[in-house]
């Protein structure tokens, strides 16, 4: 599978954005879709996951109540709806691929994309 990040770009603190993660190739329906984050100088960080198959949602502590995954079958495409944005979410978004619902891990993820760089500004 490949994936493919966009929607990033600079807005103000309190601002809204909306990232979409188009999958092609061979697509497992079992599997997870996650989103991550990495800041400068930090490591990449789980933001949220949802799986192909049904629905089932999970959110880090820090974006939970601000940011919604959801998921178009049809599209092949997973989005992330950031609102009331910080300037410490700023960070290269990537989404990847992986097995295991509920995980957090940069390890249980695969088939990264090139990263979609979100800023806020205060």
């Known amino acids: 599978v490949q994936l493919q990040a966009s929607g990033g770009g600079l807005v103000q603190a309190g601002g809204s954005l909306r990232l979409a993660c188009a999958a092609s190739g061979r697509v497992i329906t079992s599997s997870t879709m996650g989103w991550f984050r990495q800041a400068a100088g930090k490591e990449r960080e789980f933001v949220a996951g949802i799986r192909w198959t049904g629905n089932s949602p999970y959110y880090a502590d820090s974006v939970k109540g601000r940011f919604t995954i959801t998921k178009d079958n049809d599209k092949r495409t997973v989005y992330l709806q950031m609102n009331s944005l910080k300037p410490e979410d700023t960070a290269v978004y990537y989404c990847?691929?992986?097995?295991?619902?509920?995980?957090?891990?940069?390890?249980?993820?695969?088939?990264w994309g090139q990263g979609t760089l979100v800023t806020v500004s205060s």
């Open positions: 990847g691929t992986g097995p295991r619902w509920g995980s957090r891990r940069n390890s249980d993820f695969a088939s």
